[in-house]
């Protein structure tokens, strides 16, 4: 069974940076594709960054050169450093698995990725 366990998330000053981690569990073979993804009170939920099991990464416009996920095989862990903090990145943020398609390429799929955290929250403050 697969589990994924998001923590890191708390409020910051915009400008600032936080980390957020995610714990996987139960992902072999073609469950190896992670991606976080955040939504907004009042908005939809929205692909924010993903990573393949080698290590490909893709990144939605928004966030493109303030965010890096990367990935710990050894620790099945999966990160995402958030860095310049914006008032619109408040949102709770989810980390999540893919076990069939494209990983990094294509369009956002919230409905592709099977397996959900429970999310963690991300507040900025101005």
């Known amino acids: 069974q697969v589990q994924l366990v998001e923590s890191g998330g708390g409020s910051v000053q915009a400008g600032g940076s936080l980390r957020l981690s995610c714990a996987v569990s139960?992902?072999?073979?073609?469950?190896?594709?992670v991606g976080w993804f955040r939504q907004a009170p009042g908005k939809e939920r929205e692909g924010v960054a993903r990573v393949s099991g080698p290590g490909t990464t893709g990144y939605a416009d928004s966030v493109k050169g303030r965010f890096t996920i990367s990935r710990d095989n050894a620790r099945n862990m999966v990160y995402l450093q958030m860095n310049s903090l914006k008032s619109e990145d408040a949102a709770v943020y989810y980390c999540?698995?893919?076990?069939?398609?494209?990983?990094?390429?294509?369009?956002?799929?919230?409905?592709?990725?099977?397996?959900w955290g429970q999310g963690t929250q991300v507040t900025v403050s101005s």
């Open positions: 999540a698995a893919r076990v069939s398609g494209s990983c990094v390429s294509g369009g956002w799929s919230v409905a592709a990725y099977t397996f």
């Open positions: 139960g992902i072999t073979g073609r469950s190896n594709c």
